[in-house]
């Protein structure tokens, strides 16, 4: 079947694109920025398609022989104005969708039957409703906390039992929920899949389990076989709440307000039959969070809500910032000479920088730089990576975002997220000069205003010592 697979880029459309092509679809990925797309695959380049559904007109024509198309574009965290930008987003969709054969659309939606719903749910609602008026029949399948290795969930239970020993949680603590694995929600997506007796119709879909927050933090805890004591606050407000999972976990500001409004209300699926007639074997929470650390020993990860831009509350696009300015700038250049047996040791050490790696010299003053991005509102280091060998155009790398990462042209080329007045790149690249190798750092800032230029001359006595200490231990055997 031809398959059009909006949000291609993001954690579940990174999962659910490997199995449709096993299958033998052919898959249409529709993407914001085709710059961003890791065509690990090698599709067909007309088969990767540029489409910003907040602005469809100026984006690529949908094919009109689509079977199925699945419809998995969120907003949770993209700022105050989320639910009208979702709402625009679906009534485009449908429109478009509508110009074509399609026979049926799906829509992975949130878990929606309490008489009070969070804006996020609210949003996910209203968004189903459109919908389904348009001209395609849906399939809505409803989630809860989706538990696998690199969704925001189970990376934000991850981040909360691994730092504290003791926690002292707000009462939503014992809000209760449905989870589901990633796995099982795979099988879902792709089991209602043209058959027209699910056509029209939604379904609530989950483990079984009923568990609160709590259980789920300590159930984790005893997976990790770790001892952990959780004691509830009778009174903390909401914006505390939010700062509280902001500066203990990875979460940006805007999704830890979100995830917080939507904790408040239990999250619980209405019994269907849908499991038993696709022949889908639950699984439990517990076997779900030892199946995540399985994928997360083997280096087998293959997305993380944190490669999204909503891990920064940015709508960047990778385009905009594909080459670092060269006029009005300020940049530090750095070179070393690399002999050429030594070339790929050297791309190894460039290709491995960040995350638990960390970065080969002042790691201390990359962290401290990190809280103090923390505590401008910033994301800090903790996103890390989610492969610590392999990235690639529109990954997150700590606080910085991956442009370019060419390994013919020995080039990786990232720009800076973190809080500045200004907008700043990194680059590495090895390159032959006069006969010989070397290795080129350049960091490179373009100030904004008076401040931007006070902040890069504060800065430059740390610059001195902290890149020179990089390049020199990069190409260091």
């Not at 991850?158 to 003791?166: F, I, M, N, S």
């Not at 790691?363 to 990190?370: A, I, P, Q, T």
């Not at 500045?420 to 373009?446: C, M, N, S, V, Y």
């Amino acid at each position: 079947m031809n398959i059009l697979l909006t949000g291609a880029n993001g954690y579940l459309g990174s999962r659910l694109l490997p199995v449709l092509i096993d299958e033998g679809h052919t898959v249409f990925c529709s993407v914001r920025d085709t710059a961003r797309f890791n065509n690990r695959f090698e599709l067909p380049s007309d088969q990767i398609l540029q489409l910003d559904l907040l602005n469809p007109e100026s984006g690529d024509t949908l094919p009109v022989n689509i079977d199925i198309a699945f419809y998995l574009v969120h907003s949770m965290s993209g700022g105050k104005d989320f639910e009208a930008r979702e709402e625009k987003v679906a009534k485009n969709f449908v429109k478009l969708i509508g110009e074509t054969n399609c026979r049926q659309v799906i829509y992975l939606t949130g878990i929606a039957n309490s008489d009070k719903l969070s804006k996020h749910l609210s949003s996910r609602l209203n968004v189903e409703k459109i919908l389904a008026s348009g001209s395609v029949p849906l399939t809505a399948l409803r989630a809860g906390i989706i538990v696998g290795s690199g969704s925001a969930s189970f990376e934000i239970i991850r981040d909360l039992t691994e730092k504290l020993p003791v926690m002292i949680a707000p009462r939503w603590i014992n809000t209760r929920s449905q989870p589901i694995a990633i796995a099982n929600v795979i099988e879902f997506l792709t089991g209602v899949m043209g058959k027209e007796k699910y056509f029209g119709q939604s379904y609530d879909i989950s483990c079984g389990q009923t568990l609160t927050y709590r259980e789920m933090l300590l159930g984790f805890a005893e997976v990790r076989n770790l001892k952990r004591w959780i004691f509830t606050v009778p009174v903390m407000t909401p914006r505390l709440s939010s700062y509280w999972l902001y500066f203990i976990t990875a979460t940006s500001y805007h999704l830890a307000v979100n995830l917080v409004d939507s904790m408040k209300y239990d999250v619980i699926a209405r019994p269907n039959n849908l499991a038993k007639e696709l022949g889908i074997e639950l699984i439990d929470y517990k076997n779900s969070v030892e199946l995540a650390f399985q994928k997360i020993g083997q280096d087998l990860v293959l997305s993380s809500w944190k490669d999204a831009f909503s891990s920064s509350d940015t709508k960047l696009n990778i385009s905009e910032v594909a080459e670092p300015p060269e006029y009005g700038v300020f940049k530090d250049v750095k070179t070393r000479p690399v002999e050429e047996d030594k070339i790929p040791a050297v791309m190894e050490k460039i290709w491995s920088i960040g995350g638990d790696n960390g970065w080969y010299y002042g790691n201390f003053l990359w962290k401290v730089r990190g809280y103090l991005d923390k505590m401008a509102g910033g994301i800090g280091l903790r996103r890390g990576r989610t492969h610590p060998r392999e990235i690639h155009p529109g990954d997150s790398l700590d606080f910085w975002r991956v442009i370019i990462a060419n390994k013919e042209e020995k080039r990786l080329l990232l720009f800076a997220e973190m809080k500045l007045p200004g907008e700043a790149w990194l680059e590495f690249r090895i390159q032959k000069k006069d006969h010989k190798w070397q290795l080129i750092q350049t960091a490179t800032f373009r100030p904004l205003g008076l401040l931007g230029r006070f902040y890069w001359f504060m800065v430059l006595p740390f610059h001195f010592f902290i890149f020179s200490g990089l390049i020199d231990q990069l190409v260091k055997e």
